[in-house]
């Protein structure tokens, strides 16, 4: 176990709807970084947060958002859902969000847009 | 840019055999290397990294890997494998100023009794 949780585990909705996965980090841990894996894409960065602060912005699609709150849990705002979509997404966290430091990683959150 | 390849899409050895997973790595400057271990419906699992120093690096569950700069791989090893070894391994690269993890497509080990 990781210490790192995301909720919810499975979500199936429909295409065009909205969805929220939510993230909490290991304890003490100031960075949040969130991944998706799909099959076609395979593992890819969409965004990273520090103490409260977008750092970086990888392949993330304007339909989706991020945030990270006060308490530095995560939440990835996913909206105007499309079949494209469905895939596992990750959450990772690390104590301060520097470069070389381990990203430990939650279990996912498996999304099924139907 | 930065990116990695895991040659290999599976690995299939015999319980107690040596294990080798492929991984060669292309980045600008010093990379930082690592490998991951996904277990079905789990998360992955941090095994161990290369940032500096001993090209040598020792990880969990009697995992190595070695870095070798010249042929730009960082190959995960194990010296008898285990049929709890089945897994997808993800090697990973990022570097200096850069946040983000970029993964190659992931090895599907098998380990056979």
């Known amino acids: 176990d990781s210490g790192v949780t995301q909720t919810p585990k499975h979500l199936i909705t429909a295409t065009g709807q909205r969805v929220t996965l939510r993230c909490s980090p290991r304890?003490?841990?100031?960075?949040v970084y969130w991944y998706q894996q799909s099959l076609d894409q395979g593992l890819q960065f969409l965004i990273h947060?520090?103490?409260?602060?977008?750092?970086a912005k990888g392949n993330i699609l304007e339909r989706f958002s991020a945030q990270q709150f006060p308490d530095l849990h995560s939440e990835l705002n996913l909206s105007s859902l499309e079949l494209g979509d469905s895939a596992l997404y990750f959450c990772?966290?690390?104590?301060?969000?520097?470069?070389?430091?381990?990203?430990?990683f939650g279990p996912g959150t498996r999304l099924l847009v139907l | 840019a930065q990116s990695v390849a895991q040659p290999e899409d599976q690995v299939n050895v015999a319980e107690g055999n040596p294990l080798t997973v492929k991984c060669t790595y292309s980045v600008s400057g010093n990379p930082y290397l690592f490998w991951y271990v996904q277990y079905p419906n789990r998360g992955l699992q941090f095994l161990l990294k290369y940032i500096t120093g001993d090209n040598l690096v020792k990880g969990s569950y009697g995992f190595e890997a070695e870095f070798n700069k010249s042929q730009t791989s960082f190959h995960l090893k194990k010296p008898s494998a285990l049929v709890s070894d089945s897994a997808l391994y993800f090697c990973?690269?990022?570097?200096?100023?850069?946040?983000?993890?970029?993964f190659g497509a992931g090895t599907t080990v098998t380990v056979r009794a």
């Open positions: 947060y520090y103490n409260g602060e977008e750092r």
């Open positions: 990973a690269v990022s570097r200096s100023n850069d946040y983000k993890l970029s």
């Open positions: 304890s003490g841990d100031l960075s």
């Open positions: 990772a966290s690390s104590a301060t969000g520097t470069t070389a430091e381990t990203q430990y």
